[in-house]
């Protein structure tokens, strides 16, 4: 049982608008620390792809956004594509956890 | 720029010690967070703990469900870390990744090392 929840699975066709949610509580994301996401593709080792709530490192196409509300989260793909077939994580800070860096349990985005 | 590569034995016996290193080129070791991360095979990620090294001294800090049995430490003679999990069992076995950590974010990530605990 992951501390950040994640839905399991996301689909859209090429072109499409998808969103992944991520929920937090008032130990990570309500007690104001930041989300940040990872794209995994098949394979492959975790890649940055947004850090502090809505920051893309630099090469990340701005297809993808993040934002954060309260105790929730979300990434939006846009145009999406078949190479963004791929898992995706949120990740935070838990304060009731001493010191725990703490992820969802992965969202895979299947292209259709 | 900095990169990352782990290394260390692919099969490890239960109750047996899981000893690996994450070797840092293109950087020092100290001055930053690192840490060690795994993902059970067809599953999602887990953060082991972290090693902040300044100076002469580091400090560390594991999740709790592991700290029992979790020691990260640092060669800086080598530019080094290294993790260490005793007493392993089935429910260990993952792939083990290290990464350098930038405001509690993770940016830097190594290919991640595959480890079996088997007999």
């Known amino acids: 049982q992951s501390v950040l929840t994640q839905p399991p699975s996301v689909s859209g066709a090429p072109g499409q608008r998808v969103t992944i949610s991520c929920t937090g509580s008032s130990s990570n994301f309500g007690a104001g620390y930041d989300v940040h996401w990872y794209q995994q593709l098949p394979g492959t080792a975790p890649k940055l792809l947004i850090y502090?709530?809505?920051n893309r490192p630099s090469g990340v196409p701005d297809r993808f956004s993040g934002s954060k509300s309260g105790t929730s989260a979300s990434l939006a793909i846009t145009g999406l594509q078949a190479e963004d077939e791929a898992d995706y994580y949120c990740q935070s800070y838990d304060s009731s956890l001493s010191g725990s860096r703490v992820f969802g349990g992965g969202t895979k985005v299947t292209v259709l | 720029q900095v990169q990352l590569q782990e290394s260390g034995p692919g099969l490890v016996k239960p109750s047996e010690t899981l000893s690996l290193t994450c070797t840092v080129s293109?950087?020092?070791?100290?001055?930053?967070?690192w840490s060690w991360i795994r993902q059970p095979p067809g599953k999602g990620l887990e953060w082991i703990g972290y090693?902040?090294?300044?100076?002469?001294?580091?400090?560390?800090k594991y999740d709790p469900s592991l700290k029992s049995r979790v020691t990260i430490s640092v060669d800086t003679s080598k530019n080094q870390f290294s993790l260490k999990l005793s007493s392993v069992t089935a429910a260990d076995t993952a792939v083990y990744y290290c990464a350098r950590e930038q405001g509690l974010w993770f940016h830097i990530w190594g290919q991640g090392t595959m480890v079996t605990v088997s007999s």
């Open positions: 293109g950087g020092s070791v100290s001055g930053y967070y």
């Open positions: 502090g709530n809505s």
């Open positions: 090693l902040y090294y300044s100076g002469s001294s580091g400090t560390t």
